[in-house]
């Protein structure tokens, strides 16, 4: 896959694992007290000795995971391999100039050795028949 | 040419290819004018890459011909997880003022995606380059088998004169 196409994967990557993260800890966030004032929640329905899930080490693996998105991405972009358009444009004027008096040149050389081959051509047919004739007359 | 009918008859130029016996067929024409429509949507004959403010997006790279794009690319990934770290800190502080930091942080994608795709044209360049320098060598070296070839050829029709005189 080209490079180009990596860094894309990798910017949508980084998006992906970024609200991920931010989902996931927006939906396992414990509840918080926002004022003195208000009273303690009523102990829960459910198993009451039930603890909440330990966010620590899944917090700790997802802004693992998002900043080692983020370093992916600079050796990726370290890794571009960019020139001058400039440069590019003339070098490839160059090469189109090579290009074309090449295929001169290539051409002229087919066409000397279809001449070549026609003449060859003419002489074996020159020699089968003074053979043939040859052969004849013994 | 009816184009909104249900079942349009055929376009009537094809009259021009129904006899392969009467020479090469008409090239196709050139499209009129700088929009044509395919299947309902609207097309420009022009391809070109939308500048960020024509899509209604702030650009946040300087506006310079002779873009660094590695240097802009490393900046935004470093706005990026500013904004990340920021975004958790209006969530935990000031929850209700979330919406500016997704912008902002849709904003930095946009910018990203942006760059990348204006890499695309060199990206094409080098490839022709890489192409135009695949053919130089391919033509080369059918002169230098041709050369050698007709070396070859002359090199044994003279010794089969030279045993003939001989």
């Given amino acids: ?138 | 040419m009816s184009t909104s009918a249900a079942y349009p008859p055929p376009p009537p130029f094809y009259k021009l290819y129904k006899d392969a016996k009467s020479g090469p067929d008409p090239p196709p024409p050139l499209p009129k004018g700088a929009t044509y429509t395919l299947f309902g949507a609207t097309y420009t004959t022009d391809d070109v890459l939308p500048s960020l403010e024509e899509q209604g997006v702030r650009q946040l790279y300087p506006k310079d011909s002779n873009i660094d794009y590695k240097k802009e690319l490393r900046a935004l990934n470093r706005d990026l997880q500013l904004n990340f770290l920021e975004l958790a800190d209006v969530l935990v502080e000031r929850p209700s003022q979330y919406a500016q930091r997704i912008e902002e942080i849709s904003t930095i994608f946009k910018n990203m995606h942006h760059l990348l795709n204006c890499l695309r044209p060199l990206q094409a360049q080098a490839t022709l380059i890489h192409l135009l320098e695949l053919q130089i060598e391919r033509r080369k070296q059918a002169i230098e088998d041709i050369k050698m070839r007709r070396k070859e050829a002359q090199r044994m029709l003279k010794e089969a004169m030279e045993m003939l005189d001989g």
């Fill in chain 1, 1 to 138: 896959m080209d490079i180009i196409t990596q860094l894309q994967d990798q910017v949508n990557t980084i998006a992906s694992i970024a609200f991920n993260t931010f989902g996931t800890l927006q939906r396992d966030a414990p509840p918080m007290r926002l004022s003195s004032n208000y009273p303690e929640p009523a102990p829960s329905s459910t198993n009451p000795t039930e603890q909440p899930p330990d966010l620590t080490e899944q917090t700790m693996n997802m802004s693992t995971a998002l900043v080692q998105s983020a370093k992916t991405f600079d050796f990726l972009v370290a890794a571009l391999p960019l020139s001058d358009e400039k440069a590019q444009f003339e070098k490839i004027a160059q090469l189109e100039a090579e290009n074309e008096a090449l295929g001169e040149e290539l051409q002229r050389q087919l066409e000397a050795a279809e001449e070549e081959r026609n003449f060859l051509q003419e002489l074996f047919e020159l020699a089968a028949d003074n053979c043939l004739n040859m052969k004849k007359s013994c």
